[in-house]
């Protein structure tokens, strides 16, 4: 059985920083590529992060370009998101993602199995 289990996610001034992580389970970790997406209520799902099955290549959507690093150990089956310069509106639902089919690297569509969610709070 897949699991993907995100912690990491709380409230914290503008500015501050956080550290998401999600641990894998139930399937050969590295053999998947893995994202981080975000959600607000009433938006759609947006793609923040990628990274391919080695940890070598990185991919990250215009809005969190130079504030965010998405990084993985394949020896721990789990996958980070280091959130620095953390703005207002990177406010929302934060998910861990897995997925091993082609396309864009943050469409939701090529990842198989998803978390629960961590949330993240920015006040300014």
């Known amino acids: 059985q897949v699991q993907l289990v995100e912690s990491g996610g709380g409230s914290v001034q503008a500015g501050g920083s956080l550290r998401l992580s999600c641990a894998a389970s139930?399937?050969?970790?590295?053999?998947?590529?893995m994202g981080w997406f975000r959600q607000t209520p009433g938006k759609e799902r947006e793609g923040v992060a990628h990274?391919?099955?080695?940890?070598?290549?990185?991919y990250y959507a215009d809005s969190v370009k130079g504030r965010f690093t998405i990084s993985r150990d394949n020896a721990k089956n789990t996958l980070y998101l280091q959130m620095n310069s953390l703005k207002p509106e990177d406010t929302a639902m934060y998910y861990c993602?897995?997925?091993?089919?082609?396309?864009?690297?943050?469409?939701?569509?090529?990842?198989?199995?998803w978390g629960q969610g961590t949330q993240v709070t920015v006040s300014s």
């Open positions: 993602a897995a997925g091993r089919r082609s396309g864009f690297s943050l469409s939701a569509t090529i990842y198989d199995y």
């Open positions: 990274i391919n099955r080695a940890g070598d290549y990185t």
């Open positions: 139930g399937y050969t970790y590295s053999t998947y590529f």
